[in-house]
C-alpha cells in the first residue's frame, strides 16, 4: 500500500508538472520540442521528421559547442588491436584489449565474446559504459569487483552477446592527455572512443554488425550512452540508467559537477545560470528518436530526478511520435536509491535482444 501511495502521488505530480512552463533553450521552447528555427530564423513547429531534423542539428551544435567538435573522418586512424590478456569465463571469453582510437591515443577495453561466436556463429554486439569508478574503472561492468548491479557486460556475454567495454577517460588507470590528443573535454574523447569501439566491433568476424548495436550504461555509462548514441545512429538501442534528468533540475540547478576536466569544463562559464546552457537531456533524448530507449530512473536517485525524467520524457515523445516510434521510449520508476535493480536490468536485455535478435 505505502508503494502505491507513492506511485500514485507521483503520476498526480507528473500530470500537474509535465506541461509547466521552463525556461527556453537558445530561443526555443524546452518542453515543446517541436518548435525549430526555420531557414530565415523565423520560429515553427515541425510536423515532419524532416522539419524536426532542423531541431536536431541545433541541438547538436548546442551540445558540440560546450564539448568541443567531434573529430572528422581523417582522425579514423589504424585501431591497432592488441590483446594484452585472455580468461576463459565458461560460456565466453574475456580479452583485455587496447586499441588505438586517434594517432598516439590507446584505449584499453574489454571485449567479451560467446565462445558460440567464435566458433564461426556471428553474434549482436553491445557497448558497455562504466559508471564513474575511480579504483577499478572498467573492471566492474565485466564482474571484476564493485558495485554490485553493474556487471552488464558479463551478464550480456552470458546472454550470448559479444560486448565491449571501454575505459572512460580520467578514470582509474586511462589518464590520456587530452590537450595532447586534441579534445577539449573529457566528455568529447569518451564519445570519440566508444565510436572508434563501434568501427572495432564492425571489424571482427564474430560480430554480426548488419544489425546495429546496443549501448547500455549506469550513471556516468547513462549519459555516456545517450551522448555516443547522438552522434553515432549504428546504435539502434540505448539503455540508460541513473543517467540524466534537466540541467534546470540537477542538484537544484547547481552544475558544478559537469564541471571538470573529465566532463565538461566549459559548463562552468554557466555555473548559477544553468538555464543559459545551451544544451539539455530534453533535446538529447528526443534526438534519439525514432531508436529505441530504455531509461531506468529509480525514485530514490540522489543524482538524477526521476520527476525530471518524466518530464524530459513526455516533452520527447511527440518527436517520437513524428516518426510513428511512440512505444519506443520506456521509462521504469524502480523503488531504489542510485542504481540499476535487477528487474529493471534484465528488462533492458530484453529490450535489446527485441531490437538486435536473439544470439
Known amino acids: 500500500m505505502k508503494l502505491m501511495r507513492r506511485l500514485l502521488l507521483l503520476v498526480l505530480f507528473y500530470a500537474a508538472t509535465a506541461h509547466a512552463d521552463v525556461p527556453p533553450i537558445r530561443g526555443l521552447s524546452r518542453s515543446d520540442l517541436l518548435e525549430y528555427h526555420d531557414a530565415s530564423g523565423a520560429v515553427k513547429k515541425a510536423?515532419?521528421?524532416?522539419?524536426?531534423?532542423?531541431?536536431?542539428?541545433?541541438?547538436?551544435?548546442?551540445?558540440?559547442?560546450?564539448?568541443?567538435?567531434?573529430?572528422?573522418?581523417?582522425?579514423?586512424?589504424?585501431?591497432?588491436?592488441?590483446?594484452?590478456e585472455e580468461g576463459d569465463c565458461g560460456s565466453y571469453?574475456?580479452?583485455?584489449?587496447?586499441?588505438?582510437?586517434s594517432l598516439g591515443g590507446r584505449v584499453p577495453a574489454y571485449l567479451c565474446i560467446p565462445k558460440a561466436a567464435l566458433s564461426g556463429k556471428p553474434v549482436p554486439a553491445v557497448l558497455c559504459l562504466h559508471p564513474t569508478e575511480n579504483n577499478i574503472g572498467f573492471n566492474v561492468v565485466v564482474g571484476l569487483g564493485g558495485k554490485p548491479h553493474r556487471q552488464y557486460a558479463a551478464e550480456l556475454a552470458k546472454r550470448g552477446y559479444v560486448t565491449l567495454s571501454p575505459s572512460y577517460p580520467l578514470l582509474a588507470k586511462y589518464q590520456p592527455?587530452?590537450?595532447?590528443?586534441?579534445?577539449?573535454?573529457?566528455?568529447?574523447?569518451?564519445?570519440?572512443?566508444?565510436?572508434?569501439?563501434?568501427?572495432?566491433?564492425?571489424?571482427?568476424?564474430?560480430?554480426?554488425?548488419?544489425?546495429?548495436?546496443?549501448?547500455?550504461?549506469?550513471?556516468?555509462?547513462?549519459?555516456?550512452?545517450?551522448?555516443?548514441?547522438?552522434?553515432d545512429t549504428r546504435i539502434k538501442v540505448i539503455v540508460s540508467s541513473c543517467g540524466f534528468d534537466s540541467v534546470l533540475d540537477y542538484y537544484g540547478g547547481n552544475i558544478k559537477g559537469w564541471v571538470q576536466e573529465r566532463y565538461i569544463l566549459k559548463m562552468g562559464d554557466y555555473l548559477g545560470r544553468p538555464q543559459d546552457v545551451p544544451f539539455d537531456h530534453y533535446?538529447?533524448?528526443?534526438?534519439?528518436?525514432?531508436?529505441?530507449?530504455?531509461?531506468?530512473?529509480?525514485?530514490?536517485?540522489?543524482?538524477?530526478?526521476?520527476?525530471?525524467?518524466?518530464?524530459?520524457?513526455?516533452?520527447?515523445?511527440?518527436?517520437?511520435?513524428?516518426?510513428?516510434?511512440?512505444?519506443?521510449?520506456?521509462?521504469?520508476?524502480p523503488d531504489s536509491?542510485?542504481?540499476?535493480?535487477?528487474?529493471e536490468r534484465f528488462e533492458s536485455y530484453a529490450v535489446i535482444q527485441q531490437v538486435l535478435g536473439k544470439p
Not at 74 to 80: G, N, P, S, T
Not at 93 to 101: A, D, E, K, N, W
Not at 337 to 343: G, V
Request: charged share 25%.
Open 47 to 84: 510536423a515532419t521528421p524532416a522539419e524536426w531534423e532542423l531541431r536536431r542539428q541545433e541541438a547538436l551544435a548546442g551540445f558540440l559547442s560546450m564539448t568541443g567538435p567531434l573529430p572528422g573522418s581523417d582522425q579514423r586512424c589504424a585501431l591497432d588491436l592488441k590483446i594484452e
Open 93 to 101: 571469453v574475456r580479452r583485455l584489449i587496447s586499441y588505438q582510437s
Open 177 to 231: 592527455d587530452l590537450k595532447a590528443l586534441g579534445f577539449s573535454s573529457g566528455t568529447m574523447k569518451a564519445i570519440w572512443d566508444n565510436i572508434r569501439g563501434l568501427d572495432l566491433l564492425e571489424m571482427l568476424p564474430f560480430v554480426k554488425k548488419e544489425v546495429g548495436f546496443a549501448a547500455i550504461g549506469h550513471s556516468l555509462g547513462g549519459h555516456n550512452s545517450i551522448f555516443t548514441a547522438v552522434h
Open 283 to 333: 533535446e538529447l533524448i528526443a534526438a534519439l528518436a525514432p531508436r529505441r530507449v530504455f531509461v531506468n530512473a529509480p525514485l530514490r536517485d540522489a543524482n538524477f530526478k526521476h520527476d525530471s525524467v518524466d518530464r524530459i520524457a513526455a516533452a520527447a515523445r511527440p518527436v517520437f511520435a513524428l516518426f510513428g516510434a511512440e512505444k519506443k521510449l520506456s521509462i521504469r520508476h
Open 337 to 343: 536509491e542510485h542504481d540499476f535493480p535487477d528487474a
